[in-house]
């Protein structure tokens, strides 16, 4: 199994089949918690922000890899036209949108 550094944790190909209560790409953080930080930053599921919902999010987190940005801190995931941006070594920073879209799907 190859293993790839994204901020300073080794996340492995398969982290995205963990089950929601475990640890999430080596963050000290549940892939759930992450969610939540996320969701909680786009509008929590409020569709006249023109944001992801919970299952986007989820579904972005669970089936795109990190991908790391430059020498930030930051992560991201693309799956399906939903952009996730977590800092896996504080994921209270971060968000989610479709990208080009201006906030709107």
């Not at 579904?59 to 939903?82: H, I, M, Y």
């Not at 800092?87 to 971060?94: A, I, L, S």
Request: hydrophobic letters at 25%; charged letters at 25%; a negative charge.
């Amino acid at each position: 199994m190859e293993a790839h550094e994204v901020t300073g944790a080794i996340v492995t190909p398969d982290d995205g089949d963990h089950r929601g209560g475990d640890d999430f790409h080596s963050s000290g953080y549940t892939l759930d918690e992450i969610v939540q930080f996320v969701d909680g930053r786009t509008g929590g599921g409020n569709p006249a922000t023109g944001r992801p919902t919970i299952a986007e999010i989820e579904t972005t987190l669970r089936q795109a890899g990190p991908e790391r940005l430059g020498n930030q801190s930051p992560a991201r995931s693309d799956c399906k036209g939903v952009r996730v941006i977590v800092n896996y070594d504080m994921p209270w920073k971060r968000t989610a949108y479709y990208p080009g879209s201006l906030g709107k799907p």
